[in-house]
């Protein structure tokens, strides 16, 4: 897994998608790990043009699963219409049902079209040991 | 790997798992195969997607697997499954985030010898005028008005703008038009991600090739079609891009909030649904239809394309004729026996036999094309479909080869560097792609798609016409 001691993300084979697993101490710091990894992939496919802005991203929805699935496609969103990704977490508070964060950025060299949309496809968040857990598959 | 289930082999080319295989099954599942077809769809979790769809409410029996099947999200991709109009549900999952991902092929009657020299321009200029990856040129950019009309009618919006030919509009699934599109279940953010996106082809495994018909099969057919040996055609494989994916993300949303609503229970959440005739299954019909008329006005904004590049090359006006046009992400409405039923298809397609009456004229005698993409550097088919494929499998037929192989164990079986070297050693022009992108969707990656028409012409569902080969390909 790619990341510090405690939290980590990896890209695991799937016959047709994408499935990215991540690990974190706690839920917030698993929804930033979800960030670093799909904003490493915006610009690895697209290309970093120079800084951008600094924005507020921010989330509501039903439960972690739905909440992590939602934040992902604003990221997806966010990228494909205004070529931005994110480069770093500057603030983050979240609930179990609400997230906001503050993040910077890159501006995209070209419009990414690689990750379609993130699933709710086989779709988990699990607490055990001190550790969250989740796995998620993008559309690719 | 998939759990294991009991199964009954039909016949050489047909399996059912019977309902008795798990206990929320509703109907059994079907899924065309021949021996080692079958052993490779069982090799990964489609079957188990393929019953999680019998669940569904309102099902009708049986549910299908296409010979391409692959595990997807939700259904499987080549699964097909039909609902009743009244107590049957309607599932984004179960269309796909690419609404309307489909492919067109046109063709040239030029002799592929006499262009084969200018393939390498022809090319370089299909990739100035067609976006592709995360490249912007040959985009339209549209108005909100302009957007809400392509929304509405699909290619027709194009007519006025010289883009499109009634010949065009005649030779596309549903005349390129869905009546029951309503723009405004399309939310601003889908919008916005169309707004400049028509005539783009995206990424994955979407492409526009120039390929050389090498067999013909059913030469009556092949006539109708305009396709004849040793001529150039070309294939165009795209969908409805951030549209028509955010279209599905906003109403698996919005259906997995209300479905405690109307009692639905499921066994994975991407199959989120509601009942095809609730206020949220009304409206999803009316937003994937205008963004099914997205994808159809996108591939025929990249035919025009196609023509003037053909037309700049080659320094004359080119008749590239539109063969036809067929969806692989669709739920449609349609009228199967005395039953209206809401069939979905997801990586599959229609088709429809000689006697169908969406069958256009040009077809009547010989059915519905049916158009099967292979991979990069592999064949691909044009077939018809069949008056028997309505019994067998609610009009429905397989949509290329199908992944045999992940993205990832792809690229470690061969590195896109030698991909590309094997393509040109076979004379395949490649542009539009990384070695990356190459190796992912390299011919390894996916199943035998001559093993895969075999099935779907031995059990009837179509009927081959052509086999056809590249010689081109702009990569998405």
Redesign the interface.
């Known amino acids: 897994m790619d990341g510090d001691a405690q939290a980590g993300h990896e890209f695991v084979d799937h016959m047709s998608e994408l499935a990215l697993r991540l690990r974190a101490p706690a839920f917030d710091a698993l929804l930033a790990e979800a960030v670093r990894a799909v904003g490493g992939l915006l610009v690895a496919e697209a290309g970093a043009e120079g800084p951008g802005a600094t924005r507020t991203i921010e989330v509501v929805a039903a439960d972690r699963e739905a909440l992590l699935v939602d934040l992902l496609n604003e990221l997806v969103f966010v990228a494909e219409t205004e070529r931005w990704a994110p480069q770093g977490i500057a603030a983050i508070e979240a609930t179990g049902t609400r997230a906001r964060l503050r993040l910077s950025g890159v501006r995209l060299a070209g419009t990414p079209s690689r990750i379609k949309g993130a699933t709710f496809h086989g779709l988990t968040v699990q607490a055990s040991g001190g550790q969250v857990e989740a796995e998620v598959i993008l559309d690719v | 790997m998939s759990a294991t289930y009991p199964f009954t082999r039909l016949d050489r080319e047909l399996v059912e798992i019977p309902q008795t295989a798990r206990a929320d099954m509703r109907v059994p599942a079907r899924v065309f195969a021949d021996d080692a077809l079958w052993d490779q769809i069982r090799g ?2 489609t079957v188990e997607q393929l019953l999680n769809v019998t669940t569904l409410p309102g099902v009708i029996a049986p549910v299908f697997a296409m010979p391409d099947a ?5 259904f499987p ?1 080549g699964g097909v499954a039909a609902f009743g109009e009244r107590d049957g549900i309607i599932s984004p ?1 179960g269309v796909g ?2 609404i309307n991902c489909g492919v067109r092929l046109l063709a040239t009657g030029m002799a592929a010898e006499a262009l084969r020299p200018q393939v390498p321009k022809l090319m370089h200029e299909l990739s100035r005028r067609v976006a592709s ?4 040129g040959g985009r339209l950019s549209l108005e909100p008005a302009e957007l809400d009309r392509v929304l509405a009618e699909g290619s027709r919006a194009l007519l006025s703008r010289g883009l499109a030919a009634e010949d065009d509009l005649d030779h596309t699934e549903a005349s390129g038009s869905l009546q029951s599109a309503e723009p405004d279940a399309v939310s601003p ?1 889908a919008k ?2 169309g707004r400049d996106q028509l005539g ?1 082809l ?3 495994n979407h492409f526009v090739e120039v390929q050389v018909i090498g067999e013909v099969f059913d030469s009556e057919a092949a006539a109708a079609m305009g396709l004849a040996v040793g001529d150039a055609a070309v294939l165009i494989h795209t969908g409805s ?2 549209l028509g ?2 279209v ?2 906003d109403y ?2 919005q259906m ?2 209300v479905m405690r609503k109307y009692g639905i229970r499921l066994p ?3 199959l ?1 649904c509601a009942p095809f005739d609730s206020p949220e299954g009304t409206r999803y019909f009316g937003a994937m239809c205008a963004a099914a008329n997205y994808a159809f006005a996108n591939r025929q904004v990249i035919t025009q394309r196609v023509r003037e590049a053909f037309g700049q090359v080659l320094g004359k006006r080119v008749e590239l004729r539109l063969v036809y046009d067929v969806a692989h992400n669709m739920a449609k409405l349609e009228q199967h026996g005395r039953e209206r039923l809401i069939v979905h298809r997801k990586g599959a397609t229609r088709a429809f036999g000689p006697s169908h009456p969406e069958t256009p004229t040009r077809y009547r005698a010989v059915g519905q094309p049916v158009l099967i993409p292979g991979s990069m550097g592999t064949a691909s088919y044009a077939l018809v479909g069949t008056d028997a494929a309505l019994e067998r499998s609610f009009g429905s037929c397989c949509h290329g080869a199908g ?1 045999a ?5 792809a690229k470690r079986f061969k590195p896109g560097h030698e991909v590309r070297q094997a393509l040109e050693d076979q004379g395949v022009v490649v542009t539009g792609a990384g070695n990356q992108e190459l190796a992912e969707e390299a011919p390894h990656a996916y199943k035998d798609v001559d093993r895969v028409v075999d099935v779907v012409h031995a059990a009837g569902l179509a009927r081959r016409v052509a086999r056809l080969a590249p010689i081109g390909v702009l990569k ?1």
């Open positions: 990964d979790r692959h595990e997807g999200y939700g991709v999952g985030y690419d990856g995360t490249g912007r953010r916005q991600r783009s995206g990424s994955g891009r951030g994916h955010q599905c993300t698996v949303r997995d909030a994975d959440r991407e989120a992944r192989m992940s993205r990832r164990a998405g």
